[in-house]
């Protein structure tokens, strides 16, 4: 997904996890961002903007955040790469595609049930104090809470990569 090379097909299908942070200057510094293979950013509302921070899973990450909630175009991008998507809860619009996209995007939303894999810092103000980590984004799979989205479509994402150029000593 970030144009590393893989070693196998196998290592090359991965259900990345990407989890909407807030950007407001009350919520930083972030948490994880340094560890993301890709951040996008995206307006919200209000002149504010948000990050869809995509991370592979076999990167440990122990603080992500602060979490927030998801709007439409989110989804757009991580239905394209099959990724999961964890928020806090979101626009009414996005939570009606959400529903739509059953088994296109894993939602993994803190509101309700799946709760239990986020927690609050309460050394933050609210809404800045929501996290996860990467351990509790790949327990929501293994538990069962969410199930994989479909295989990704990398090539639907029409990114292209170049070769590293070698680096002289």
Same mark, same amino acid.
């Given at each position: ?75 757009? %991008? !991580? ?6 998507? &964890?928020?806090?809860? *979101? +626009?009414?619009? @996005? ?35 929501? %996290? !996860? ?6 327990? &929501?799979?293994?538990? *069962? +809470?969410?199930? @994989? ?21």
């Amino acid at each position: 997904l970030n144009g590393e090379p893989s070693q196998n097909e196998e290592d090359a299908v991965v259900f990345s996890r990407a989890v909407v942070i807030d950007n407001d200057i009350n919520a930083r510094p972030q948490s994880g961002l340094e560890r993301a293979s890709i951040i996008i950013e995206f307006p919200v509302e209000g002149g504010i903007t948000r990050f869809a921070a995509i991370f592979n899973p076999s990167v440990s990450v122990p603080k992500i955040g602060p979490v927030r909630s998801v709007r439409p175009y989110f989804l757009d %991008f !991580t239905e394209d790469i099959g990724a999961m998507i &964890a928020h806090s809860g *979101g +626009s009414p619009d @996005a939570l009606r595609a959400v529903k739509l996209l059953y088994g296109a995007v894993a939602d993994l939303d803190e509101i309700g049930p799946l709760g239990k894999y986020f927690w609050r810092d309460p050394a933050l103000y609210e809404p800045h104090n929501l %996290f !996860t980590s990467s351990t509790l984004l790949t327990k &929501a799979f293994e538990d *069962g +809470s969410i199930v @994989a989205p479909k295989k990704p479509n990398y090539t639907s994402v029409g990114w292209k990569w170049q070769e590293r150029p070698a680096i002289e000593n």
